[in-house]
């Protein structure tokens, strides 16, 4: 996985997120990027149903921007972008869930919505998601 040169291993953020299996960003964590493992017990769609409808919940004005199914690393996934308010900011978000064998994967990506930096960090977000390779080498 593609990990950008200014962005560090956040180990707090790991510990504070259930089943998160790595979490990175920017210093200032203006940019995160989170990474969480579950074993799958429903299909595909209604599991990023669920996470969908709980970024509903953490997000004040969340917006669903779009949705689509594609594949990451080969495997079936959901993607949506979103926008929404937390800590005092907007956020413009990534969120990817991915079917792999009897484990769901789910990707977040979010950076500072309002910032003149979004459209270079949404594509750092987008190169890393772009990047995961379940092969190990």
Do not use: C
């Not at 004040?60 to 990451?72: A, F, G, I, P, W």
């Amino acid at each position: 996985m593609y990990k950008a040169p200014s962005w560090d291993l956040l180990e707090d953020a790991r510990r504070a997120l259930p089943n998160a299996v790595v979490a990175m960003g920017s210093h200032d964590e203006s940019t995160l990027l989170v990474v969480g493992e579950d074993k799958a017990s429903v299909p595909l769609e209604t599991e990023a149903a669920g996470i969908e409808r709980r970024l509903r919940e953490i997000y004040e004005n969340y917006r669903r921007l779009s949705q689509e199914k594609t594949t990451v690393a080969g495997q079936p996934a959901i993607r949506f972008k979103y926008r929404g308010m937390a800590d005092g900011h907007d956020w413009s978000g990534t969120l990817v869930v991915v079917a792999r064998g009897n484990s769901t994967l789910t990707i977040l990506g979010m950076t500072y919505a309002d910032t003149d930096l979004i459209q270079i960090q949404e594509n750092v977000i987008g190169r890393a998601i772009g990047s995961l390779d379940f092969n190990v080498q």
